[in-house]
């Protein structure tokens, strides 16, 4: 509802605002916070959340976009990136659940040591670029976001391993005694999240070009994530996990985009748009809190 009424009102303003056009560009610009939205809903359904997502999208994106520069080669990068976006998700799956660190520490300790590790690594200013045949498939990323909504959708719904994710996310400790390996699918969870925000890293590097690094208080990518977690929130994926799906994240990513381009079109700048996000996060959460609890 909220959404069809974001979307009335910008038409109603601006008319022609949705033009075929400019949705195409608007769904673009929105897939690959979209991606990373999709990611965040795996760990929330299981009762987790991933704050590393961002750091972890730019840190892999810099890294391919040095190793194209050096090498000139397309595919060798590319699984690369990707491999190490696995990696760090599975590090932060075994401290998960074989360390019985909390998420929130561990996903932040995570993005605090990628914040370093870049500047040693990679350096204040990233080098390289991106292969062309990179740049050719980032045009593509708004089929990508919808083709791995549909995927983990029918994933999370008629998969064992979908329902499991699920169910240690309503309550660990039943799945534990039910037979379930809990710390598998933990880790598995956190490595999916892992794989999917070094790929939006990668399209986002196809987009720019070239590889960049945004630091927000001397953090690597807290923006992104932030808005990655108000996405789902917004989409009724709560953090008391079991409940919400990659469908009901979709729709909070459209929300969000759909309100930061009706601010935009009042020429408002990115403080209104961080106030107006904070309020309607915490709005909407209170009223699905009301209803499940009730």
Not at 161 to 172: A, T
């Amino acid at each position: 509802m909220i959404f069809i009424i974001i979307f009335v009102v910008a038409e109603i303003l601006q008319p022609k605002f949705w033009t075929i056009d400019y949705l195409n560009f608007f769904l673009w610009d929105l897939s690959l916070l979209g991606i990373l939205a999709l990611a965040q809903t795996m760990v929330m359904l299981s009762g987790g959340i991933d704050l590393s997502t961002g750091a972890i999208y730019f840190f892999s994106s810099s890294i391919c976009g040095a190793l194209m520069g050096i090498t000139g080669d397309f595919l060798g990068p590319f699984v690369a990136a990707l491999l190490l976006g696995l990696l760090l998700g599975i590090v932060n799956g075994i401290g998960v659940a074989r360390l019985r660190v909390p998420p929130i520490i561990m996903t932040l300790g995570m993005l605090v040591f990628l914040s370093g590790l870049a500047f040693i690594v990679i350096g204040p200013a990233p080098k390289g670029g991106a292969h062309p045949l990179l740049i050719m498939l980032s045009k593509g990323s708004t089929y990508a976001w919808v083709a791995l909504a549909i995927v983990l959708t029918v994933v999370s719904e008629r998969t064992s391993f979908g329902w499991s994710v699920r169910s240690i996310g309503s309550n660990p400790i039943a799945s534990h005694a039910s037979g379930m390996n809990v710390e598998r699918v933990t880790m598995q969870v956190y490595a999916v999240s892992g794989f999917l925000s070094a790929l939006a890293g990668l399209l986002y590097l196809g987009w720019a070009r070239t590889p960049y690094i945004a630091f927000t208080v001397s953090a690597m990518g807290v923006d992104i994530t932030v808005r990655s977690i108000a996405a789902v929130l917004i989409g009724g994926t709560l953090f008391i996990g079991g409940l919400g799906g990659f469908d009901r994240t979709v729709i909070g990513t459209l929300i969000t985009g759909t309100l930061f381009a009706l601010i935009r079109m009042f020429g408002l700048g990115q403080e209104v748009i961080l106030m107006v996000e904070g309020v309607l996060l915490i709005v909407i959460v209170y009223f699905y809190l009301r209803i499940y609890y009730r």
